[in-house]
């Protein structure tokens, strides 16, 4: 799958999976923190003129340590950016590996991460919401 694209965004989110699992980041608890306290995906708003693959890259390297290739990307859609619906928002899904798992250096955004499973989260009350519907696109895609 190829995210070479310029397109215009605003950023990425991306679930990393591993075993039917996908790996949360507990965001810290700031007021006025958007979506404090809550799980999310590793992400973030675009650096300069980064592609949708470098934006996600970076982010997942600063936020876990965990240097992502290209060819780990399986998945991708575009939606309405969580912060402003008049801008895009890349989603992505990555596949990643126990070893990577294992090589987590948490970075200083956020609580906490852990890996759930996957049906679990899509059933949690304490996740960003508009994720769920960004997964269930990509398992959609698998039937």
């Known amino acids: 799958m190829t995210t070479h694209s310029r397109e215009d965004f605003t950023g990425v989110k ?15 608890d700031k007021p006025g923190l958007r979506f404090a306290g809550l799980w999310d995906f590793p992400g973030g708003g675009r650096e300069g003129n980064e592609t949708p693959y470098e934006c996600a890259a970076r982010e997942v390297d600063e936020e876990l340590g965990i240097q992502l290739n290209e060819d780990q990307i399986i998945w991708h859609s575009a939606h309405p950016a969580m912060h402003d619906p008049k801008l895009t928002a890349l989603f992505m899904v990555a596949k990643i590996t126990q070893d990577e798992l294992d090589a ?24 960003i919401e508009a994720l769920k519907g960004r997964l269930q696109g990509y398992l959609d895609s698998l039937r």
């Open 14 to 28: 991306i679930a990393l999976i591993h075993n039917d699992k996908v790996l949360m980041i507990h965001r810290d």
């Open 104 to 127: 987590v250096k948490f970075g200083d955004e956020g609580q906490s991460w852990k890996m759930r499973d996957i049906g679990e989260f899509m059933n949690a009350n304490d996740v």
